[in-house]
């Protein structure tokens, strides 16, 4: 009989102090990948995880503050076209797939530029605002609270309303408050049931107070967030578009002109409603893609956000409709 091949040793998880160092010795000492495999006694490519790592848990922050005259030219026009008080653009990923890292990216530097102590933070979900963390970090705020602008998942993932929201309070060391209901139920009913409860009405007059909300947006199709993750079924995709929704923002499904479209999915979304987000003193809207044109043009419309960040690809898009 042959012999079986061994099996190799699952390699454990590197500690923070690890990823500290080899991101000390990589971005401030200016030692290159293989000199810090040396230095470290690892291999390169262990060196590699280290730095992603370094990243991802926000131990390194990597912030360009120079833009490229194609990229200021368009938010300028971004902002007069939409009466934008502010237009952030990032350059288009070379991968469309990553246009959620570059816009998130972008998402975190502006949300470290603009929170402040004493503040008050809505938050959406979805995978941009997830990216998010990368840029803005830990930095710890006074009197600072985050809070949930929609109910949750059942399963656990790093996109998960109240994860995304868990998160950022971690990163600035504020209070978090978590709307605690699936982000859809079963009928009006319950959902009007569910915002009777003291505790989530008292969630609901936070979300109402807040200073700045940073909210996604979503396509109608199979390829976004609410149908990839099975919070609602494909078979509902059809009527939706038939209905007319082009777009969602905090799982409201919009239309062309940004008003709540006529179906029974939106009668049954556990979240705070536009007219309750439209109060908000400064709404962040953060998406970009293609792909999002017409979904982030009624969004936009819907909540009369002041701010928009985006991809090139996205703003070229919204200029020319």
Known sequence: MPK??????????????????????????????????????????????????ARDHGIVRIRIDAKGSDQLALERRLADAYGLSEAVVAPAPTDKSAVAAVVGHATGTYLADHVRDGMSLGVGWGVTLSMSLKALGA???ERFSVISLLGGMTHSRAINPSAVARRIADAVGAECFQLTAPVFVASEATRNALWAEPGLHDLLERARRVDLAVVSVGDVSEDSTLFREGLL??????????????????????DADG????????????????EDLRRVPKIVIAAGGRHKVEAIRAVLKATRARVL????TAAQGLLRG
């Open 309 to 312: 960040i985006t991809d090139e």
């Open 233 to 254: 079924p494909r078979s509902q995709l059809a009527s939706l578009i038939a209905a007319g929704a082009v777009g969602e923002v905090l799982c409201h499904f919009l």
């Open 259 to 274: 008003n709540v479209v006529d179906h029974p999915v939106s009668r049954r979304v556990v979240a705070v409603g536009l």
């Open 4 to 53: 079986s091949k061994p099996i190799a040793a699952k390699e454990p998880p590197a500690s923070p102090d690890l990823s500290v160092r080899a991101a000390w010795l990589y971005y401030i000492e200016g030692l290159t990948q293989e000199e810090v495999a040396k230095v470290m006694a690892v291999s390169r490519a262990k060196v590699i995880r280290l730095l992603a790592a």
């Open 139 to 141: 930095r710890p705020f």
